[in-house]
């Protein structure tokens, strides 16, 4: 079945570095691909999106690439910061439903 | 907040015991679906619904039943077949397929 894989599974980063997260995905027919945040003991909210329409999107310190040739995507935060700590999870959907990776936990050190 | 509601927030359980998790909306959303979340899992994907009257199986079905009577709700019930029903759920909804899932606060069911 179609599934979606993440790297790394934990990342640590110096507030003000930068953090990068990697997705990759089975099914050809995925066209759209969000980003969540989850903070602990939240529920996940979604901080960026790309269809597959685009190759790169961007949000102040947030930009996500695509590259459907090779099917991968990535979440690129700059600037971190201690409030970006959380577990970061992709997805990719298509017209049926949106599958999950297994998550990011990113911790920003002071 | 959010417009997805889940309840109850804890569940607790007995072995061989049927519970059921509801979850409600109120954002006029077709699609509605059920992630079963676990440490270092990520979110799976048990079933999914894209319109009243109708709804799949996902990934990791067994052991679950859902139905959707209504637009508004799309209970999940957790069967005393489902072998490890420890986790948290976690319920959404996107207005149709392919677009942003909105996610309810979550149950954390555990079995005593």
Same mark, same amino acid.
């Given at each position: 079945?179609?599934?979606?894989?993440?790297?790394?599974?934990?990342? +640590?980063?110096?507030?003000?570095?930068?953090?990068?997260?990697?997705?990759?995905?089975?099914?050809?027919?995925?066209?759209?691909?969000?980003?969540?945040?989850?903070?602990?003991?939240?529920?996940?909210?979604?901080?960026?999106?790309?269809? +597959?329409?685009?190759?790169?999107?961007?949000?102040?310190?947030?930009?996500?690439?695509?590259?459907?040739?090779?099917?991968?995507?990535?979440?690129?935060?700059?600037?971190?910061?201690?409030?970006?700590?959380?577990?970061?999870?992709?997805?990719?959907?298509?017209?049926?439903?949106?599958?999950?990776?297994?998550?990011?936990?990113?911790?920003?050190?002071? | 907040?959010?417009?997805? *509601?889940?309840?109850?927030?804890?569940?607790?359980?007995? #072995?061989?015991?049927?519970? *059921?998790?509801?979850? #409600?909306?109120?954002?006029?959303?077709?699609?509605?679906?059920?992630?079963?979340?676990?440490?270092?899992?990520?979110?799976?994907?048990?079933?999914?619904?894209?319109?009243?009257?109708?709804?799949?199986?996902?990934?990791?079905? #067994?052991?679950?039943?859902?139905?959707?009577?209504?637009?508004?709700?799309?209970?999940? *019930?957790?069967?005393?077949?489902?072998?490890?029903?420890?986790?948290?759920?976690?319920?959404?909804?996107?207005?149709?397929?392919?677009? #942003?899932?909105?996610?309810?606060?979550?149950?954390?069911? *555990?079995?005593?």
């Amino acid at each position: 079945g179609e599934n979606v894989e993440q790297h790394p599974s934990t990342l +640590s980063v110096q507030e003000g570095d930068s953090a990068v997260i990697k997705c990759t995905y089975s099914d050809s027919a995925s066209n759209y691909f969000p980003w969540y945040k989850q903070e602990l003991g939240k529920r996940p909210q979604l901080i960026i999106d790309i269809r +597959s329409n685009v190759g790169e999107k961007k949000d102040q310190r947030i930009a996500v690439t695509l590259n459907k040739t090779a099917k991968h995507f990535s979440l690129h935060i700059t600037e971190t910061q201690p409030e970006d700590s959380a577990v970061y999870f992709c997805a990719a959907g298509n017209t049926d439903k949106l599958i999950f990776g297994t998550g990011t936990r990113l911790q920003v050190f002071p | 907040d959010g417009g997805i *509601t889940q309840s109850p927030k804890y569940l607790f359980r007995k #072995e061989g015991q049927n519970v *059921t998790l509801s979850c #409600e909306q109120n954002l006029n959303h077709d699609a509605m679906y059920w992630y079963r979340q676990d440490p270092g899992q990520g979110l799976r994907l048990i079933y999914y619904s894209q319109i009243v009257n109708d709804f799949q199986k996902g990934d990791i079905a #067994e052991g679950y039943s859902v139905s959707r009577e209504k637009k508004e709700s799309f209970p999940l *019930t957790v069967t005393s077949a489902q072998k490890n029903p420890t986790a948290f759920y976690l319920c959404a909804s996107s207005i149709d397929r392919g677009n #942003e899932a909105f996610f309810g606060q979550g149950t954390r069911l *555990t079995v005593v």
